[in-house]
């Protein structure tokens, strides 16, 4: 019993001081994985690279079509699935803060009524640029000096966007476009790319968000190890009644290339029986 019993002690102390050890390795290396250092390039933050942007769960899930019982599918004004909120995939929550611009009330009956009307007035069904913040983050970033280049895979097609983070300010040369007039500048290690000379085709995002042509949008990324965190956030005074910003998004590194993006069909909408709109999460 004098033998046998020390022992038993021994063998717990000796399991707990193993367990210990154990947890300790795992926080370490978790933490070491959280603090990861973001590679370098000329002294800043290197973007370079291929990012997983959640693309497929976040923006085209609309297009899917839903099973229902008996073997049938919906494809369209199917109803959404439990616990799914509008604007967003299959049991997608819903994001922190106002999910859509506030504008100010002379201009809320003019959203409800593009909203009620979308498959007419939103340029996206028209194979269009969805416009910025709409289009969301850059799937692929290319990183120099001088610029910094974003290309996007969309469901209308692939885009880009030419971005000098050398001092230069706006152009005044440039017609309005879809996707505006971005420059960038580097406060501290984010980067922050402010876009303006919108024309009035897009919207912010869907259900009739439209914007002026005094929009100013203001994009801050950011990266942490093989993360990048992007922030978005829409200026227009005249109509919104306060700032807005699309739920933020984080990008993951990937191995995998982009392909080219498949042709954009224009939607057939003289065939719509009605022009109510679509859960679309743009």
Excluded at 26 to 31: H, K
Excluded at 36 to 62: C, H, M, Q, S
Excluded at 260 to 272: G, T
Aim: glycine share 8%.
């Amino acid at each position: 019993m004098s033998i046998r019993e020390p022992s038993r002690y021994a063998l717990a102390a000796a399991l707990v001081a193993a367990l210990t050890a154990s947890i300790a390795s795992i926080q370490a290396q978790s933490g070491s994985a959280a603090a990861k250092a973001a590679p370098r390039i000329d002294g800043r933050p290197d973007l370079n690279g291929t990012w997983d942007t959640g693309y497929n769960e976040v923006v085209i899930g609309f297009v899917q079509p839903q099973r229902l019982g008996g073997g049938s599918l919906c494809v369209s004004g199917c109803a959404p699935p439990a616990g799914a909120a509008r604007g967003g995939g299959a049991g997608a929550a819903a994001p922190a803060g106002p999910s859509r611009p506030r504008y100010k009330p002379e201009f809320q009956a003019r959203v409800k009524t593009l909203d009620a009307n979308q498959v007419k007035e939103d340029s996206i069904l028209r194979c269009q640029p969805p416009g910025v913040p709409r289009i969301g983050p850059p799937a692929k970033i290319v990183q120099t000096r001088r610029e910094v280049i974003f290309f996007y895979d969309d469901v209308n097609g692939g885009f880009f966007r030419i971005i000098p983070i050398d001092g230069r300010p706006h152009r005044k040369d440039l017609p309005r476009s879809y996707l505006g007039d971005a420059i960038g500048r580097w406060d501290g290690d984010t980067l922050v790319v402010e876009t303006v000379n919108f024309n009035e085709d897009t919207w912010l995002t869907d259900d009739g968000a439209f914007h002026t042509r005094d929009l100013r949008v203001v994009e801050r990324l950011r990266r942490t190890g093989d993360t990048i965190e992007w922030v978005a956030t829409a200026h227009d005074p005249a109509v919104l009644s306060e700032p807005w910003s699309p739920p933020s998004r984080t990008l993951k590194l990937t191995d995998q290339e982009l392909e080219e993006s498949p042709r954009c069909e224009d939607r057939s909408l003289a065939h719509m029986q009605d022009l109510s709109n679509h859960d679309n999460p743009r």
